[in-house]
């Protein structure tokens, strides 16, 4: 009988297909939801969908993310993954800030009064900040939230600082390169589904110069910058200033 990795929680990163011997690792905010749905899709045969169970419906975004949590990198148990073919998917750093903005504070209202109002009052703040007022305060707010830290800590946490660990790492922006090779790996024609839409689509250039250049200050030592040089060529002005 065929012999898989030991894992100390299946429902951490990375998502792990033993039979394929694939090890897909993302961050929060690389479309990891939409990635979850379509790696349950590959090793079930069948999409993973909503459900309604005694009249409580049971939403498919929700469903996705149960499935695994993002693990940071050095808790992973790499020696069981030797064989395996590890592959990462990236994101453009400042992108992922808004989205991980749009997403938390606007969608979910994370630093609502409701939500965050004893950590807000603690440390001078104001709920449901601006974009501007969130940039201009980020590490405050990051106290505020353990899930706004989360979504906003650099994507090496989750998939470590080297390169050469992975066989191959794809782009989020060219999504489609990821779900080809996936889908000739194990023989399928499934698609990557688009979850997690919610809030509005923030444009980088629609903001003060101030808050672009804290956007940029905040990501700006980001390995990712290094691995796909083509994230710089739109903040050459910003990164090439200290």
Known sequence: MKTLPKRRNSRTLPYILPERKIAVFFSPK?????VRAFLFELENGFPLRSYTVQGIR????????????NTKFRLVNHADLVDFERIALVRDPVRRVLSAYSNRVLY????????????????????????????????????????IGRHLSLQ??????????????FRVEDMT??????????????????????????????????????????????VVFDWFPQYKEDYAEFLTTA
């Open 58 to 69: 049971h939403d498919v975004t929700m469903l996705a993310n149960r499935l695994m949590v």
């Open 30 to 34: 690389s479309a990891g939801t939409s």
């Open 108 to 147: 979910y209202r994370e630093l609502s009064e409701e939500v965050a109002g004893q950590a807000l009052q603690a440390n001078g703040l104001e709920p449901d900040p601006d974009f501007d007022l969130f940039m201009a305060n980020i590490a405050g707010y990051i106290r505020c939230s353990a899930s």
């Open 177 to 222: 390169s990821f779900e080809t090779h996936m889908n000739e790996r194990f023989g399928t024609t499934c698609s990557v589904p688009r979850l997690q839409e919610g809030g509005p689509k923030l444009d980088f250039w629609s903001f003060s110069a101030e808050t672009r250049r804290r956007v940029i200050d905040f990501v700006r030592s980001s």
């Open 156 to 169: 090496e946490r989750f998939i470590g600082k080297s390169k050469d660990y992975f066989a191959r790492v």
